[in-house]
């Protein structure tokens, strides 16, 4: 019996077909190209993140530093009006340094005579 052309083929045993598994070799040359630029990679990436992080304390301290240097203003405000003559005087009343009836000024006047 011939066969032809469009005849369906005839199975006579299970023939075993191979595979191919396509490797990829890896050569010394590639692996150590592989390794520097892994290599690169991770220091450029830590670098990122520290300079990200020192950012964000940079902010973090330049935010303290004006809250200090608020903080710096208010004490001069409060230092000069300790040393101006009404906030003397009326710490004086508190004290019983001076009687509530004199008028301001008139202490230093009996202590001159």
């Given at each position: 019996m011939r066969r032809g052309k469009n005849d369906?083929?005839?199975v006579t045993g299970v023939k075993k077909v191979k595979t191919r598994r396509l490797r990829f070799k890896f050569k010394p040359l590639s692996l150590l190209l592989l390794f520097f630029?892994?290599?690169i990679l991770?220091?450029?990436?830590?670098?990122?993140?520290?300079?990200v992080v020192n950012n964000y304390r940079l902010v973090e301290l330049q935010k303290k530093l004006v809250e200090k240097n608020q903080l710096i203003q208010l004490l001069e405000i409060e230092?000069?009006?300790?040393?101006t003559d009404e906030f003397l005087e009326k710490e004086a009343?508190?004290?019983g340094l001076?009687?509530?009836e004199e008028p301001p000024g008139a202490g230093s006047e009996k202590q001159e005579e």
């Open positions: 369906p083929p005839v630029i892994v290599s991770y220091q450029l990436g830590l670098g990122l993140f520290g300079l230092k000069t009006r300790w040393h009343r508190k004290l001076m009687k509530e």
